[in-house]
């Protein structure tokens, strides 16, 4: 959180924004926005309010903006955090000095999102918990679902990791998981929203990103976005069970393999990404004996692909077959099926012999 979204957490707290009022302290902060829990005057329902702080520069205002438009495209889709409300902007008063020390109330513009309200994050989530690896597996199959409805619709979500997770509770059925945060999504319909040098390094926290993106060497094409997607959601599943992305662990000073990156580029020499499978291999084989036996080579080895320092070797998950690769995310998500269903007949017949037995 930066100092700038530190110092209008105060003067926000308790706002009245059109006929929601805001609670008095954040659900949570990033770069450049707060989000509050807010209830309805009309009707006493709640929302979460998601504000664009004041002074954000340009191109945060440029995602955020983003973010609601996209938001709006990807309207009903299961797995994506919902517009309740609308994106809107309202004038919040304040006061400024004036002549002889008095305060001069005045109003400033400011933009905000209303947005269904969520248990909490993810990253919160697992904080402290045992999952079993069917509640893994089944968070995890949201959140790639998830991406898939993104991807349906050519969007590109770009910024993958728990923290951008959302748990919600449904009536009559488990908490699901839903994507947010897609102020840094690249809709593929439209033209780019940045300059090309901008999609060669990843936006946001780069100790989630790709290694193409460390090592300078992203790209603004659909087929670069996609597989992009698809590390994040292999380095999610890694999160989930070890509580550490995968470039944290393949990168333990990702600082200094940014430097090398940048300095190596001005001289024109650029990191072979395929070095860093050894790295990348030892490190998902690591927690090799995390995974249920029944499940391991399954789950590993569709780890190993989707995290595959080459970009294009990501695209080779079982199943698929089409041209552009669209049918990749349905593929991971067969293989989840099948994974849990393997774990559910394993734990059945666990069951019975237990039966036998005690009999």
Known sequence: MTTNVQQWIPALAGQKIANYRLDSKPLGAGGFGVVFSATDDTDGSISAIKILVPGSSTENQSDFDNEGILLQKLAGSLNIVQLTGKSDMFDMPISTPGANGFQVPITMPVKFHVLEIANGGLDRYLAGRDLTWVEILSLWRDIVCGAHQMHLKRVAHRDLKSSNCLMFKKPKFREIVKLTDLGRSRDLNEPARHRPNAYVMGLGDLSYAPPEFIFLQGQDTERAHRDADLYGLGSILIEIVTGVSLTRQIFPDINSAINDAI?????????????LRPTVVSTILAMEEDVPRIIRQRIVNLL????????????KVEGVTNKLQKNSLEAIIRQIDIAVRQLTVEERSMRKLAAKRGA
């Open 304 to 315: 190993l692909t989707l995290c595959d320092p080459e970009p294009e070797k990501r695209r």
């Open 263 to 275: 300095n190596n580029s001005r001289m024109g020499v650029g990191v072979v990404l395929s070095s």
